[in-house]
């Protein structure tokens, strides 16, 4: 294994809450998972430019109950790069696949966020088997991936030099705070230590290679195929979204929950797209209701 980040480094920083580090090798190289709890699995997906960190403030309550597995996925905020993976938005998803398998957890309860949660929706329609119940926070879907205003992060994958200067510009901590970084994705600043996690890794030229990769591979094609399948998938589904979400709006989750069969809406109120870092109380709340009130609809 080559890690590309030191482990002493800010950008190498994983909070304890999200569990104990493991390295698994996979065909496609090696992926960092954190493991904590016991009973039946929880596997957490994150989205571009984040990392386990993201739920941090979720594992710890559910961890009592479940166990909970939170993927790092080489989306930007990650510290071993895989240059010989395929980084599609279906590469991807066979990466959260072998890691099931890998660690022999299916079927599980798949947790997806932002282009997390479209990565989980092409884990839904490629293994069904391997997932017992889906929850979707605030995230791509459809024709919606990536959201309109992320084209330019698009056009920095493409343009010589510029993802690097995107880089660049997000090793001030004042600057996230800016749109075109986390302004527009938190009501309020992340903590430094998480922050740092997220936005350092990509001044990593390998990390930023595989970061150019996953961009390049984000296409709408991908999810409004994988909707197909929607119907044919009997477990139950939530969707937990941010109402009023600026990227990805109400109507989207109204759009899953017609085509899953078994699906309900909860609204997670004073958030933006990460829930997870604006309302950990209410996702949680909202999470352990629904493992509640599905444990028997459930084939663990």
Not at 111 to 122: K, P
């Amino acid at each position: 294994m080559t890690n590309t980040i030191s482990p002493e480094s800010p950008a190498a920083w994983r909070d304890p809450a999200v569990g104990t580090r493991r390295d698994i090798t996979l065909p496609q190289g090696t992926l960092t998972v954190f493991d904590s709890g016991s009973g039946d699995p929880i596997v957490f997906v994150h989205g571009l430019l984040v990392n386990a960190n993201l739920w941090r403030k979720i594992i710890p309550s559910l961890s009592r109950e479940y166990r909970c597995v939170a993927i790092d996925l080489p989306f930007g905020s990650h510290t071993t790069a895989m240059p010989d993976a395929d980084l599609s938005a279906p590469g991807l998803a066979q990466l959260v696949i072998g890691a099931i398998e890998k660690l022999g957890l299916g079927p599980v309860t798949l947790v997806g966020n932002d282009s997390g949660g479209a990565v989980s929706q092409l884990v839904v329609a490629a293994r069904p088997d391997l997932v017992a119940r889906l929850i979707l926070t605030s995230c791509d879907a459809y024709e919606n991936f990536p959201p309109p205003f992320f084209n330019y992060v698009g056009l920095a994958a493409r343009t010589p030099g510029a993802l690097t200067a995107m880089a660049l510009s997000l090793r001030p901590r004042a600057t996230r705070r800016l749109p075109i970084a986390y302004g527009w994705l938190t009501r309020r600043p992340i903590e430094p230590a998480a922050s740092d996690s997220y936005a350092l890794p990509v001044s990593t030229k390998a990390i930023r290679e595989d970061t150019r990769r996953v961009i390049g591979g984000l296409d709408p094609k991908y999810l409004l195929e994988a909707a197909k399948t929607y119907a044919d998938f009997k477990q139950p589904v939530l969707l937990a979204w941010s109402a009023g979400d600026r990227f990805f709006p109400d109507r989207y989750a109204e759009r899953l929950a017609a085509d899953f069969p078994n699906a309900r809406i909860e609204w997670i109120h004073d958030s933006r797209t990460f829930s997870p870092e604006d309302q950990p109380a209410q996702l949680t709340a909202a999470i352990s209701s629904f493992l509640a009130a599905t444990a028997t609809e459930s084939p663990h």
